[in-house]
């Protein structure tokens, strides 16, 4: 990047606001789609809803790769995953009060959210993430999706109510209202891909103009970004009483995360730990400690109460702070 340092941080602020607003812009579309067509939320907007808040990452960290920043895109989903775990849902309870646990996901989905975000680390012991690693993650996010789908009573129900979606969808084309949103869809979209594109290449000057690593910057001022629909939508939730969903798509974000996205990335350029290896450890290490509070917190009292959300958001704060420690001390 040619501009000067300050320019290129308002830039990455900018273009990673616009990110938050397209992905906002994608979510109330695609309801608004469901709604219309009365497809249901199998057929269109369960799986498309369940990555909607997960589509900053996966769309940041695809234009990372094609430009050769697979490093920036690790540091993205591993910074997103422990944002999740404590800035989010953290700041969810700070704002919203005590957190009840709904639904029986203590007993399969969290331990399967561990796993997903515990593999791609495994992988990565010995610094790389190859083309079959990211094949056996989309596997694992395939198989994932098919556990927890077996699990919904419904399912083969709103299968058969569904049936001929494109055939729904080519009905409704005449209508002004489906094809203002299908446009809104569409623009939104464009917009989500030219942002990404922009952030990483404004993430890449900061990196270059104070010497910082991608991993660093990916792991912190991008993910930091990108969490912010997991957040909209968690403080939406408890202001709606639809507690339900926030410990759904928090989880579903972390494994969209550590499966798809990362592996989708890995796929298309392999990453390699050539530099900045501190930081990944020490964030690996921040994702065990963050995750193991989560997990002690939410099964014991099956809540998350204020203070518990006040620990979780200080333990981010906290993890941040040792991060840049390092880096000015130069340990990498």
Request: proline share 3%; no cysteine; hydrophobic share 55%.
């Amino acid at each position: 990047m040619i501009f000067p340092l300050s320019i290129q941080v308002v830039l990455l602020v900018f273009f990673t606001f616009l990110l938050v607003k397209a992905t906002e812009i994608t979510i109330r579309a695609l309801n608004r789609l469901s709604r219309r067509l009365k497809i249901g939320a199998f057929a269109l907007t369960a799986f498309l809803l369940a990555l909607a808040t997960s589509l900053p990452e996966l769309f940041v960290s695809i234009a990372a790769a094609f430009e050769g920043k697979s490093n920036l895109a690790l540091g993205i989903v591993i910074g997103s995953n422990i944002a999740n775990l404590s800035l989010v849902i953290g700041g969810t309870a700070l704002v919203g009060g005590t957190i009840p646990i709904v639904g029986d996901f203590l007993k399969k989905d969290l331990f399967h959210t561990f796993l997903s975000g515990v593999i791609p680390l495994v992988l990565l012991l010995d610094k790389r993430l190859s083309v079959v690693d990211g094949l056996i993650l989309i596997l694992i996010y395939a198989a994932y999706n098919y556990t927890v789908l077996r699990q919904k009573p419904n399912v083969a129900e709103l299968q058969k109510r569904d049936g001929g979606v494109a055939r729904r969808i080519f009905h409704h084309l005449g209508n002004r209202q489906t094809e203002k949103q299908l446009a809104w869809l569409f623009i939104s979209l464009a917009l989500m891909i030219f942002s990404a594109d922009m952030i990483v290449k404004t993430a890449s000057g900061v990196a270059e103009s104070i010497s910082l690593p991608p991993l660093l910057i990916g792991l912190i001022l991008v993910a930091v970004g990108t969490s912010l629909p997991e957040l909209s939508f968690g403080i939406q939730a408890v202001r709606q009483q639809k507690v339900a969903m926030i410990f759904g798509n928090l989880l579903g974000s972390v494994v969209a995360n550590s499966t798809l996205i990362l592996g989708l990335t890995a796929i298309i350029s392999p990453i390699q730990l050539d530099g900045g290896l501190h930081t990944y450890l020490m964030a690996t290490l921040a994702f065990l400690v963050i995750f193991n509070l989560f997990w002690l917190f939410v099964r014991t009292k099956r809540k998350l109460e204020r203070w518990e959300g006040a620990v979780l958001f200080l333990t981010y704060i906290i993890f941040i702070i040792v991060e840049f420690w390092q880096f000015q001390k130069g340990v990498f």
